[in-house]
T-cell receptor, first 110, second 114 residues
Framework: GQQVQQSPTSLVLQEGENAELQCNFS?????MQWFYQRPGGSLISVFY???GTKQSGRLTSTTVIKERRSSLHISSSQITDSGTYLC????????????FGQGTSLSVVP | GGIITQTPKFLIGQEGQKLTLKCQQN?????MYWYRQDSGKGLRLIYY???????QKGDLSEGYDASREKKSSFSLTVTSAQKNEMAVFLC?????????????FGEGSRLIVV
């Protein structure tokens, strides 16, 4: 079946450090999204990025469809960036549902 | 803007009991979803619905029923609660039939089986 592998599983950063989160997909990709989840909170869409590079503030997402991968770069991390980041793919062959990775748990410490 | 409301936030039931979670959205979205979130396993799709009275099985539908009686509401029933089912259940909606559109999520309902 369709699989999404996220890495790393967890990450601890000192405030101000940069981070790169990765997602790899086992099948061809129609679109993908990155979500952020605060502990005990709902998921919030951070990027809808089917291909190429998108930037929003300190966050940059790059999706390379041919290589079946997407990355999320966080620059100058802040304590409020702590939480879980999940990527999700919509496979070319399967509409109306997203397949999620297991998430990266990020902790930013002073 | 809109909101997705899930009730209850915590649902405590006994093993073998039938338990129902409810979800309401006021985005006027066509498609609604139920996902289960287990620690370290990401989200897995249980059921989704592309319009009123439609139901589509996800990857984890066994042991669950769902109902989409109105466009704005989507309920999920655990037919016989088991202790290994303690997880967070997340409801979501999107504007159209195809999930190339952004999903909006509720805050989740935590199921506790005693």
């Amino acid at each position: 079946g369709q699989q999404v592998q996220q890495s790393p599983t967890s990450l601890v950063l000192q405030e101000g450090e940069n981070a790169e989160l990765q997602c790899n997909f086992s099948t061809s990709l129609n679109s993908m999204q990155w979500f952020y989840q605060r502990p005990g909170g709902s998921l919030i869409s951070v990027f809808y990025n089917p291909s190429g590079t998108k930037q929003s503030g300190r966050l940059t997402s790059t999706t390379v469809i041919k290589e079946r991968r997407s990355s999320l770069h966080i620059s100058s991390s802040q304590i409020t960036d702590s939480g879980t980041y999940l990527c999700a793919m919509q496979a070319s062959s399967s509409f109306s549902k997203l397949v999620f990775g297991q998430g990266t748990s990020l902790s930013v410490v002073p | 803007g809109g909101i997705i409301t899930q009730t209850p936030k915590f649902l405590i039931g006994q093993e073998g009991q039938k338990l129902t979670l409810k979800c309401q959205q006021n985005f006027n979205h066509d498609t609604m979803y139920w996902y289960r979130q287990d620690s370290g396993k990401g989200l897995r799709l249980i059921y989704y619905s592309i319009t009123e009275n439609d139901l589509q099985k996800g990857d984890l539908s066994e042991g669950y029923d769902a109902s989409r009686e109105k466009k704005s509401s989507f309920s999920l029933t655990v037919t016989s609660a088991q202790k290994n089912e303690m997880a967070v259940f997340l409801c979501a909606s999107s504007i159209g039939k195809y999930s190339g559109n952004t999903l909006y999520f509720g805050e989740g309902s935590r199921l506790i089986v005693v």
